[in-house]
């Protein structure tokens, strides 16, 4: 998915986005994430294992609600692939303004499931085909390949090979930390600023698009 400037630049983007989110919704549920689902799973099974059924229940429906966004994205992409990004991306915008309102209105339960719902959804920008797509809001997979791909430098493959998905990772931590400094500063009210910017990239897509490819 990481094989043109354009692709890792919206890529970047997307995961910077997602960090920024995950870095608001992680300290406003006090250690549950809004788009990593490999902490919120082990969460849900510590949770269990040590009967605080509340903390489970929080962290199932995470799960329930980001597994909902993904079918979603992926529904609202299959058999269009691409020319779908911007609309995918614009109904995450429109998800992460409606959180932002349900904020405003004193309604944070349904301002957090908007949220992981856009986590969800934004999986499937890069699914073509009925394919698994480019994982966006968690890196784990990236590091690995970041170490496989590095291996394969080390042997005579491609030098660079590794780096994109560096990047992807880089710019994950670096929306975390501008998000936790969104949440510090006016709490989930910052979730506007990533609705403005998943609009932006909605509109840059589309434009980008329409230019005929040399």
């Known amino acids: 998915m990481l094989d043109s400037r354009r692709n890792i630049a919206l890529a970047c983007a997307l995961s910077m986005l997602a960090g920024y989110v995950d870095g608001i919704g ?25 009967a605080h059924w509340q903390q489970a229940a929080s962290a199932l429906g995470l799960i329930a609600l980001f597994v909902g966004g993904a079918a979603a994205g992926s529904l609202m992409v299959l058999g269009g692939g691409t020319e779908r990004q911007p609309w995918l991306l614009l109904t995450e915008a429109v998800l992460l303004a409606g959180a932002a309102l349900c ?9 957090i499931a908007g949220i992981v719902l ?31 791909l590095l291996a394969v430098s080390l042997t005579g493959g491609p030098r660079w090979g590794w780096a994109p998905n560096l990047l992807l990772w880089a710019a994950l931590v670096a ?36 230019r005929p490819r040399a």
């Open 175 to 210: 929306g975390s930390a501008a998000g936790a400094l969104g949440y510090a500063w006016i709490n989930l009210a910052a979730i506007w600023f990533a609705a403005g910017a998943a609009l932006a990239l909605s509109a840059v897509v589309a434009v980008a698009m329409r």
């Open 103 to 111: 904020h405003e209105y004193g309604v944070p339960n349904l301002a």
């Open 118 to 148: 856009a986590m969800g959804l934004e999986n499937a920008v890069f699914q073509i085909d009925g394919g698994a797509g480019l994982g966006l809001t968690y890196v784990t997979g990236a590091l690995v390949k970041v170490g496989q």
């Open 26 to 50: 992680f300290l406003h549920l006090g250690g549950l994430f809004v788009s990593f689902m490999s902490g919120n799973s082990t969460r849900l099974g510590v949770s269990l294992a040590e």
